[in-house]
Structures are given as C-alpha cells and as structure tokens.
C-alpha cells in the first residue's frame, strides 16, 4: 500500500472515530481506539514507538515516543485539545526526521469538526 493510501485509510478511520464518539476523551483513548480500527481494517500499527535520537554517534535516551506509526511509514500524532499550536506540527515533523519517514499526520481529535483537526506533515517537501 502507497503511503498517501495508508494516509487515506488513517483520515477516514479517524472521521469515523470523530463521528461516532466526538471530542473529549483522553488523547490515550483516542490512540487505543484509532490502532484498534486501522488494525482492524488490515493496516500494521505500532503504538508508542520510541523515537530514537543519535547525537555525534551516541544514542540519548530521552523517552520521546510517537503515538502510531502505520505501515512501518506514516507517522501519527495524536492531540484532544481546543486547538492545535504552531509546536506540535513542528515536534511531527522532528519525530519524521528522527525516524527516517517521510509522512506524518497530526490528528486533534479535540477539534470540533474533525476536518480542522488534522494536518499532513511532509519531511522535505513543502506541503
């Protein structure tokens, strides 16, 4: 599968999601809930899977962990706030460049039209 189809299939289960339950939960339920549907609709997902760090050739370990990563490709980071801010595009896109991947998705499950709460996030291309 593509990484803008496994991107499709993310946005759609987390319409889905948004539709059927709302804003207002706990980010950690929305992350349990969303690995359970993309799993369920045949998709491989991690969650919580360390973003390792190298610096000058050693590894610090300091804990950073992306939410989902789908199809060993697209990044997910979840949020169930109000509004997302300028700082957590920025941390996705750190996440992908720290990974390797090129495609992350920023999901705010919070947002009152889902629509407005999620932002595709491209590491070295303008998107």
Not at 17 to 42: C, D, N, Q, V, W
Not at 53 to 58: A, D, N, S
């Amino acid at each position: 599968m593509q990484i803008n189809e496994v991107s499709g299939v993310i946005v759609d289960a987390a319409y889905e999601i948004h539709k059927t339950l709302g804003p207002g939960l706990l980010e950690s339920a929305y992350s349990i809930i969303l690995a359970h549907e993309l799993a369920r609709r045949g998709l491989k997902v991690q969650r919580e899977v360390e973003v390792p760090i190298t610096w000058r050739g050693v590894r610090v370990e300091v804990g950073f962990r992306a939410d989902l990563v789908v199809e060993d490709s697209v990044v997910v980071e979840l949020k169930s706030v109000e509004e997302l801010a300028s700082v957590h595009s920025k941390q996705l896109l750190t996440y992908l460049r720290l990974m390797d991947r090129r495609v992350g998705l920023l999901i705010n499950f919070g947002a009152a039209l889902i629509k407005d709460g999620i932002v595709r996030v491209a590491n070295g291309v303008a998107d």
